[in-house]
């Protein structure tokens, strides 16, 4: 046991060092959130007192593009290097493995959700939001968010793969599951859709916790998001065996 968790713990401190805490990736964290605050300031033209309609979106992409942008391209890089053939020689089984690899990332996008609710603490009164209900949420959007950039990573050999098979699912993510307009607007052939993707859920959980505007129960969202979790990571785990391992 002792010995799992030191492998969990170089692996995790690797990739944080080598990928996660470099300054670009830092700046990026940082920057991205801000620019989305602005870009729907913009575009809706009301000011501050929109802020708790936008505020579940921004934290809800800025977590998906930070977890997904990294991790689909460093599990990619480092099975394309064969730096991934020696982490597979560490004395734990692949599935701890695969969550090692997956930390540094939850983390990284669990830290971004934290940039646009800082902003917001400078222009409205947070005090009445569920933080609660908020940081759980966080957190499975981040978990979620990791298995699908991992799902993406092992599904494809090239780097620039990965960041198109990234794109492929999470634009139409961010544009079918109410970040933008609410679901029952969508033409009712599209909203199917956006109950299969779980940053739907995701979206949902921070509206109820922030406004109060969620569509679906929280506890029904928390269960579903949770299901996507298992599902994108053991799927992962089967593509590692057939496509790396075997």
């Known amino acids: 046991m002792k010995k799992k968790w030191i492998a969990f713990w170089n692996i995790l401190l690797k990739d944080m060092r080598s990928y996660y805490l470099k300054p670009p990736n830092i700046s990026w964290g940082i920057i991205f959130p801000i620019a989305w605050i602005g870009m729907f300031f913009i575009k809706t033209g009301r000011g501050v007192e929109d802020v708790f309609d936008l ?17 689909a391209v460093t ?35 669990a830290v971004n959700a934290a940039i646009p609710v800082i902003f917001s603490l400078f222009l409205v009164d947070l005090s009445n939001v569920s933080w609660g209900i908020i940081v759980p949420a966080v957190v499975l959007i981040a978990i979620a968010s990791a298995f699908l950039g991992l799902f993406v990573a092992v599904t494809v050999s090239e780097v620039f793969e990965a960041q198109t098979f990234s794109n492929f699912l999470r634009f139409p993510m961010v544009f079918l ?7 029952a607007s969508l033409p009712f052939f599209l909203r199917p859709l956006s ?9 949902d959980i921070l509206r109820g916790a922030v406004s109060g505007k969620n569509i679906m129960p929280l506890g029904l969202d928390f269960l579903i998001i949770i299901c996507f979790c298992l599902i994108l990571f053991y799927a992962s785990i089967k593509n590692i065996n ?5």
């Open 55 to 71: 505020l579940p979106g921004v934290i809800s992409i800025s977590v998906l593009f930070g977890t997904t942008s990294m991790l």
């Open 177 to 183: 599951c109410g970040l933008f307009f609410p679901i």
């Open 242 to 246: 057939k496509k790396w391992i075997t």
């Open 75 to 109: 599990v990619t890089f480092e099975k394309k290097a064969r730096s991934f053939e020696r982490l597979l020689l560490a004395p734990v089984s692949l599935n701890f493995l695969m969550f090692a690899k997956t930390t540094g990332a939850i983390f990284f996008g």
């Open 195 to 203: 109950y299969v993707f779980p940053l739907t859920y995701g979206v």
